[in-house]
């Protein structure tokens, strides 16, 4: 099949050999000379290379190269593709780290020198079980970068919370994104992120990646492995709330190990999901990220674009009727608590205003209806700026 080269087909052999310790594989390559060579080795110069007792010496062979080819013809057949470290198109900054994965699994309709070519790209990574505060300055901070003269690559891993709201920000502000995933290629999870991910492929520059062979479940061994081509495939990392352990700080890690710039949301010294970001700004190991404009500045984007803030109660009392009489001015009382209260529910929001239930609650569908508000599964509001 036309693109599938032997260097290719060796390079995805070794990967798929040596997914947990690339640096093992690379070590052998830089020994042979490239992929390709290292299956020409005998046993003799391998044993020579890596030692007698060497873990790994039985699975180079020829079966690793047939099982690697027919993988894949499967996936180029599929629409994806597969890029080997040894490729002039890998991804220089992934390729600088000290642990690079052998090979890359991608799938998007850009070609790979479009997806990987950016001038910078961030990730943005926190807790699964994010709050209204994270998922309203998650947004804010892509929009910032969205007005920026250097349009950034939003990297994340596709999981629930902070993560899907990277990506659909990024595709909503028109940025591309690549979602680093703990599974093959040739699966999606969480499944109710498949809709994200069929916006992520379609997308201009933007792509799924992954370093699992097709057939990988997703288990947890698999998401830690996977937060170092988050951290990898960027120049900067952004941690927008995270419990004191988590993925978010592994990627964090080791974002700083691989001397990228790391910055934190910072939150309330009693909230369980920002004790992870105020822990690394206070071990100095991450910035506070406090002032999404300025945060474009820092990550060298250049000078944030003319503000798209906009005048939130102003554009609410523009559209329900400055002056208009009693219910404009219910509207304006119910999204003013919903401002200055984030997470609120209708009952707070009706306790607050002394207005009834059943009216806040008409006010709060016709506010998130009209995209002024946005309200999660448990009837918490927050506001879309």
């Known amino acids: ?223 830690m492995r996977r937060n170092r081509i988050i951290a990898g495939l960027s120049s900067s990392v952004i941690v927008v709330e995270s419990k004191e352990k988590g993925g978010s700080l592994i990627t964090a890690r080791l974002a700083a190990s691989y001397s990228r710039d790391v910055y934190a949301l910072p939150g309330r010294i009693d909230d369980l999901r920002s004790r992870g970001c105020n822990m690394i700004i206070r071990e100095k190991l991450a910035e506070p990220a406090s002032d999404p404009e300025e945060m474009v500045e820092k990550l060298g984007l250049g000078k944030s674009g003319p503000a798209r803030k906009t005048d939130w109660i102003g554009s609410i009392r523009e559209a329900y009727g400055e002056g208009g009489g009693a219910k404009a001015e219910e509207i304006e009382s119910v999204a003013m608590v919903i401002r200055r209260s984030r997470g609120i529910d209708v009952q707070g929001i009706s306790r607050e205003t002394m207005l009834s239930y059943g009216k806040v609650a008409g006010i709060v569908e016709l506010l998130a209806a009209d995209g002024f508000i946005r309200m999660d599964l448990l009837g918490h509001c927050s506001v879309m700026m």
Not at 11 to 37: H, K, Q
Not at 87 to 92: I, K, T, V
Not at 128 to 135: K, L, V
Request: overall charge negative; aromatic content about 8%.
């Open 1 to 223: 099949m036309a693109g599938i080269t032997n260097e290719k087909i060796a390079s995805c052999a070794l990967n798929r050999i040596f997914g947990f310790e690339p640096r093992l594989g690379l070590a052998l390559m830089d020994y042979a000379g490239g992929a390709e060579p290292v299956f020409r080795l005998d046993k003799e110069q391998i044993r020579e290379a890596m030692g007698p007792y060497w873990k790994y010496i039985s699975q180079i062979g020829q079966q690793a190269l047939d099982s690697a080819q027919k993988e894949l013809e499967e996936i180029y057949e599929d629409g994806s593709e597969f890029i080997g470290v040894g490729e002039s198109l890998y991804p220089a900054m992934l390729k600088e780290c000290d642990d690079p994965p052998i090979g890359l699994y991608v799938r998007g309709d850009s070609p790979i020198g479009d997806i990987f070519g950016s001038k910078a790209a961030v990730a943005i990574v926190g807790t699964r079980d994010m709050t209204p505060y994270g998922q309203e300055w998650c947004r804010r901070m892509v929009e910032a970068m969205a007005s920026s003269p250097i349009r950034p690559t939003i990297v994340s891993g596709l999981a629930y919370g902070i993560d899907i709201t990277a990506h659909c920000a990024a595709l909503d502000f028109g940025l591309p994104t690549i979602a680093a995933m703990a599974t093959g290629i040739d699966a999606v999870y969480p499944q109710r992120h498949m809709h994200t991910a069929d916006r992520i492929v379609s997308t201009p520059r933007s792509a799924l990646v992954t370093d699992y062979p097709v057939g990988t479940v997703p288990l947890a061994i698999h998401f």
